[in-house]
T-cell receptor
């Protein structure tokens, strides 16, 4: 049961253009979403997150959009740079009743982003 | 501030053996989680420890067990290794609450 899906295994983009990575989820109990970037031989690096009470969060070149009704989130990278080439994972989690304890992250399969100079 | 460190980086074991993987959490983080990442897949949650107690477990059999120590470092133990246990094992630490989890670089386990 794949609760978080990244349907595009790979994405190729020209330097300076926008990269849009997509993620869908099925579990309506998820209330916190994260994006990670992973280079070979390294662990995932946290990029940006969004709570379900928001529909957009921005951090520099990275913006995450959340559409709760569609159970869809996307990561926009503008402008894309060759150093952004990596595997991108979206992940989802849920808090306890008090919203203070967040347990496991459920990850998608990842999307390989290649940014060409 | 130090990040999350894992040891060893690579390991080869024989089917049926036991293995212990180690993780030092990021300074100040009281929660540690372990994940298994098979080739071409996203990380899969194994379990989480908070203040030395297991407080969440994924769909892994009991031969996967763990410990968290008072200094918040952690161990993952796998008994009776199977070929399918070959994967990258990732440790992540965090503070309780909706914060980003910091991952280590992982231990690459190969079972032959």
């Amino acid at each position: 049961d794949q609760q978080v899906k990244q349907n595009s295994p790979s994405l190729s983009v020209q330097e300076g253009r926008i990269s849009i990575l997509n993620c869908d989820y099925t579990n309506s109990m998820f209330d916190y979403f994260l994006w990670y970037k992973k280079y070979p031989a390294e662990g995932p690096t946290f990029l940006i997150s969004i709570s379900s009470i928001k529909d957009k969060n921005e951090d520099g070149r990275f913006t995450v959009f959340l559409n709760k009704s569609a159970k869809h989130l996307s990561l926009h990278i503008v402008p894309s740079q060759p150093g952004d080439s990596a595997v991108y994972f979206c992940a989802a989690t849920r808090g306890d009743a008090g919203g203070t304890s967040y347990g496991k992250l459920t990850f998608g399969q990842g999307t390989i982003l290649t940014v060409h100079p | 501030e130090t990040g999350v460190t894992q040891s060893p980086t690579h390991l080869i074991k024989t089917r049926g053996q036991q293995v212990t993987l180690r993780c030092s959490s990021q300074s100040g983080h009281n929660t540690v989680s372990w994940y298994q990442q098979a080739l071409g897949q996203g990380p899969q949650f194994i379990f989480q420890y908070y203040r030395e107690e297991e407080n969440g477990r994924g769909n892994f059999p009991p031969r996967f067990s763990g410990l968290q120590f008072p200094n918040y470092s952690s161990e993952l133990n796998v008994n009776a290794l199977e070929l399918d246990d070959s994967a990258l094992y990732l440790c992540a630490s965090s503070l309780q609450g909706p914060y980003g989890y910091t991952f280590g670089s992982g231990t690459r386990l190969t079972v032959v």
